[in-house]
């Protein structure tokens, strides 16, 4: 028999605990590749933010320090500047990475740290039950927006790539999405890129990746893609900000 | 021995910090600890260390956790109301049981408070202040040269217990001078961190989060055994005029400074005062204490706070005997002659 | 152990404006009894503010161990403005001493029971040209009343008072220290 196709040694074979059609494993295993790829996996420190991926140490093969809410950006500097050999990544929703821990995230970028930082956006808190993100579109339902949120009351979401790409301490920030096999391509291929980046010495890089949250959007696996690609494309355009 | 120098309170505990392998400060200016931060600054970048200003109280902390993770000795330093930031950092690392040292140069408070000394945080100190059960083992030094001495046993007991050490001193202490000698040999060993990240040692991972109640109940077990053998092995205290005194007053840090000018005073009159001073504040020399009591007929608990120590003192001595509170808040600090009336105030309550 | 109750302890307080060089004035004493091998803290107050504001520090020197380092009722006091003067006045030990920079402060201290001298330190400064170093002729003063400070510990405790980047300043502050002692 012929293998054909192999999961990466990079990750465990821990059951992953998301919820049915949720992107987080996706993006975990584009993450386990590369570090497979650039054969760094022994010397990788991850960071685990709080929300859906709390337990990301459980899957990766690698080191892996579990942070408080929002703080993985200043854990990760602590461990990068007390080991500047190793590799270290942040892997963090959007109330971890733009909303409780936004200064972590805005002073990492500013001081150029050298680690990279994988930034999953599907507009909504998934592990506390579906509230209101940063990253909630306008009129978006969530639990604490259940009349779609309203920009006068509780403001406007925040592009994250397009804020950190005014800094000059950023190296690389682009923003993709998980929701194609040309898309996840495209995906893993920018974090490829952030990672060589960083042992490259060039700074703080940034991925950040569209995802979808079925359960919380009320919506089965292929229509969450849809509604990705509908309502949050536009207000979110892939690209590169800065490189 | 070497030299006898003259040094400020914040700086020799940063040169104590460097004498013990610290390599790595996190920080964020707060008065009036900055001298420690700004000693750094200008020396770590000399030796291969780094200095980083972080953005947050919160910052620093998490900064320090990261670093400690990574196995390698680092510090951070603040005030009062930056110590209340750090306490997130503080319940994390005790949940992961990373060793750290984090210094509490006191300040007046509560909310903005003032600048002047206090010592006000003493519950924050030794009860916890972050969220879980979980302890520091807290250092009051009383001098310069404590200062020294005390972050470099702090480094120590924080490697050999896996905890957090914190040195729980105040403004006057932070701003005076005094002379320090730097006796040589006293740098201590960094020790091998096989559990640290970053090491090619196989999986490592550090974290707080157990879902399943039966294991973190038995973390947090196997924790206090540890605490336990703290309190059994760690608790000192020093005693001045202490062995025949019938009034003991427990004062620490710079109060049992201003205390031994009080009991100088009432042996002069010949009341038999002597001072109890709590070393550590957490493990609370309650030994000492108890000790104590036997030849005591009164205590007094001299503090810079509305009565907090004086809770440790009355549970270490079973209230068996009065004790009476003598406090100056707020960035004042008790002048000998206050203490010394207390002293007398109590030998009078006693006598009832 | 019973020890001995401290009695050789000279407690001395100076104060003024910032920017009247009251901690570096402060820092010298402190270093005279380092030289001389004393016990010794040197405790400054501080505030929010830095030039202009109030200043002052307290100084122990000592042959036994130093309680109390805060310098509430001096033996030695130097008034180097008058709202410090006003401040502590009232609070000088009794048989203790007052040195006032008379060129800044005109009032008169109404205590009968201390030794009071005035100095026209700022004026002196001026005239001798050593502008900015009416601290340290008061310094000078106040060496007056400390026992046993010979030439050597001067200027030893001078050296290590200022900073490496100042030391051509060495000259004009030993020249105001002795202006001072010659005041005396």
């Known amino acids: 028999m012929t293998t054909v196709f192999e999961k990466t040694p990079m990750l465990t074979d821990t059951v992953l605990h998301y919820c049915p059609g949720c992107t987080h494993g996706v993006i975990h295993r584009l993450v386990a590749e590369v570090l497979e790829e650039l054969n760094v996996g022994e010397r990788t420190v991850g960071i685990a933010p709080v929300g859906c991926s709390v337990m990301a140490y459980n899957y990766f093969n690698c080191d892996f320090v579990q942070a408080a809410h929002g703080r993985a950006p200043a854990v990760a500097t602590g461990v990068k500047r007390a080991n500047p050999d190793s590799v270290v990544f942040t892997y963090q929703g959007d109330g971890d990475l733009a909303a409780i821990g936004t200064a972590e995230t805005v002073h990492a970028a500013a001081r150029g740290e050298n680690i990279t930082a994988i930034f999953v956006n599907n507009t909504i808190y998934g592990m506390t039950g579906g509230q209101m993100a940063p990253t909630t579109m306008p009129g978006q339902i969530t639990q604490t927006s259940p009349y779609g949120r309203d920009i006068k009351a509780a403001g406007y979401p925040i592009r994250v790539c397009e804020m950190l790409a005014t800094l000059d301490g950023t190296a690389y920030c682009e923003r993709v999405a998980v929701d194609c096999v040309k898309n996840v391509r495209a995906a893993k291929k920018a974090i490829k890129k952030a990672f060589e980046m960083q042992l490259a010495g060039k700074g703080f890089t940034l991925v950040e990746v569209l995802s979808t949250c079925p359960t919380n959007w009320g919506l089965n696996p292929v229509e969450s893609l849809g509604w990705l690609r509908e309502k949050m494309m536009p207000y979110y355009p892939l690209g590169v900000y800065k490189e | ?352 | 152990m019973i020890k001995e109750v401290n009695t050789l302890e000279t407690r001395i307080l100076i104060a003024g404006f910032g920017g009247q060089g009251i901690l570096f004035f402060a820092k010298y004493l402190a270093y005279i009894g380092m030289e001389k091998g004393l016990q010794v803290s040197w405790m400054p107050s501080y505030g929010p503010e830095m030039r202009g504001g109030a200043a002052q520090c307290g100084v122990v020197l000592s042959d036994n161990v130093i309680g109390n380092p805060v310098v509430g009722e001096p033996d030695i006091f130097t008034a180097m403005n008058l709202p410090s003067f006003a401040a502590f006045e009232n609070r000088v030990k009794p048989g203790g001493t007052m040195f006032v920079d008379s060129s800044l402060i005109s009032k008169e201290c109404s205590r009968k029971d201390i030794t009071v001298r005035g100095i026209p330190a700022t004026q002196m400064a001026e005239e001798h040209g050593l502008k900015g170093l009416a601290n340290m002729i008061m310094a000078g003063a106040v060496l007056s009343k400390l026992p046993d400070i010979s030439q050597d510990v001067i200027e030893a405790a001078m050296r290590e008072t200022i900073p490496e980047r100042k030391k051509e300043m060495f000259a004009n502050n030993m020249k105001a220290v002795a202006l001072g002692l010659a005041a005396i």
């Not at chain 2, 690392?93 to 909310?111: E, F, H, Y």
């Not at chain 2, 202490?173 to 196989?202: C, F, H, I, N, Y």
């Not at chain 2, 947090?220 to 005029?241: A, D, I, Q, T, W």
């Open chain 2, 1 to 352: 021995m070497s030299k006898r120098i003259l040094i400020k309170g914040n700086e020799a505990i940063a040169e104590a910090a460097i004498a013990s392998g610290c390599r790595h400060f996190f920080g964020y200016p707060i008065t009036p600890q900055n001298e420690l931060a700004a000693h750094m600054s200008r020396r770590l970048p000399k030796i291969g260390g780094c200095y980083l200003q972080a953005e947050s109280e919160v910052a620093a902390i998490n900064m320090v956790y990261g670093a400690s993770a990574a196995g390698v000795r680092c510090m951070t330093s603040s005030s009062s109301p930056g110590i209340s930031l750090k306490t997130e950092g503080l319940s994390y690392l005790a949940g992961c049981d990373l060793p750290a040292v984090v210094i509490n140069v006191q300040r007046g408070g509560p909310g903005l408070g003032s600048i002047q000394p206090s010592q006000a945080d003493y519950f924050q100190a030794v009860k916890g202040g972050g969220h879980g059960d979980y302890r520091m083992i807290v250092l009051a030094p009383n001098s310069v040269q404590e200062m020294y001495s005390h972050t470099c046993k702090a480094f120590d007991l924080a490697d050999q217990y896996r905890l957090t050490v914190m040195i729980l001193t105040d403004g006057f202490l932070g701003q005076m001078m005094e002379p320090m000698t730097v006796e040589s040999g006293q740098l201590t060993v960094d020790s091998e961190k096989d559990w640290a990240v970053g090491g090619k040692r196989g999986k490592r991972i550090v974290n707080s989060l157990f879902l399943k109640p039966a294991d973190l109940e038995k973390s947090n077990l196997e924790r206090f055994e540890r605490y336990k053998l703290v309190e059994e092995s760690e608790p000192l205290h020093e005693g001045y005029m202490l062995d025949d005194a019938e009034i003991v007053v427990a004062a620490y840090g710079a109060t049992s400074r201003i205390t031994r000018n009080a009991i100088d005073e009432a042996r002069s009159q010949g009341v038999k005062a002597g001072l109890l001073r709590p070393v550590t504040v957490w493990p609370f020399p309650k030994k000492a204490f108890a000790k104590a009591a036997e030849h005591a007929r009164a205590f007094v608990s001299a503090e810079m706070s509305m009565g907090q120590m004086i809770e440790d003192v009355e549970l270490a001595i079973r209230c068996r005997r009065p004790v009476l509170l003598c406090s100056r808040v707020g960035g004042m600090a008790p002048e000998p002659k206050q203490i010394f009336d207390a002293i007398l105030q109590a030998d009078k309550e006693a006598a009832r």
